[in-house]
């Protein structure tokens, strides 16, 4: 396994401290949590960085690194439902969306060819890790609301960019689709 690899699998070892941290959590045991997610969150760019820089791109990587994103996003937002700060249908929202693209992804039949993250799933990313670190800290009441509003944003952006990554490729089978129906002819 490369090293970014590792990196990428690093992010995993996290996730069951944070989730214990906000089990019942204490201001001391969200400022530890933050701090493992922000870290977590950071080594999502370092993985990425060094397999380019080492030329260490990896089909093991090009599949953890996405699958260990949308685990790092959900495991906390679970938390925070537990916990009564966000609602349970705005992370369903996200779950589905992810799981939607994961089934698209995977699906030969649909997938004209992998894209990138584009600006629109850049923003998602860092509109939702933006989020999840100001629900987790320990911060005044008058915090409350603009974590929300940037929660809801995320949402709001985790929607707009799996419709963008879809809808192009769903065209394209359904023009693909609609040649093939008329040369059979």
């Known amino acids: 396994m490369t090293l970014p ?15 214990y941290g906000l089990h019942d959590p204490t201001a001391q045991t969200r400022w530890i949590c933050l701090a493992i997610f922000l870290i977590a969150a950071a080594t999502d760019w370092l993985d990425g960085y060094l397999a380019r820089k080492l030329d260490q791109v990896t089909d093991l990587g090009k599949f953890l690194d996405p699958l260990v994103d949308k685990l790092l996003v959900l495991a906390p937002l679970l938390a925070l439902i537990e916990l ?21 992804r995977v699906n030969p039949n649909l997938t004209q060819e992998i894209s990138g993250a584009n600006i629109w799933g850049k923003l998602k ?23 929300l509003v940037l929660f809801w944003l995320s949402v709001i952006l985790t929607l707009i960019s799996g419709g963008i990554y879809i809808l192009p490729q769903l065209a394209a089978n359904i023009w693909s689709s609609k040649e093939k129906s008329t040369s059979a002819s």
């Open 5 to 19: 690899t590792w990196i990428t699998f690093s992010r995993l070892l996290g996730l069951p401290f944070i989730l």
């Open 84 to 104: 009564n700060q966000v609602p349970a249908w705005g992370v369903f929202l996200i779950l589905a969306r992810e799981l939607a693209i994961a089934g698209w």
């Open 125 to 147: 990313t860092v509109t939702q890790i933006t989020a999840i670190a100001l629900l987790i800290a320990p911060l005044p009441p008058v915090w409350e609301m603009p974590s």
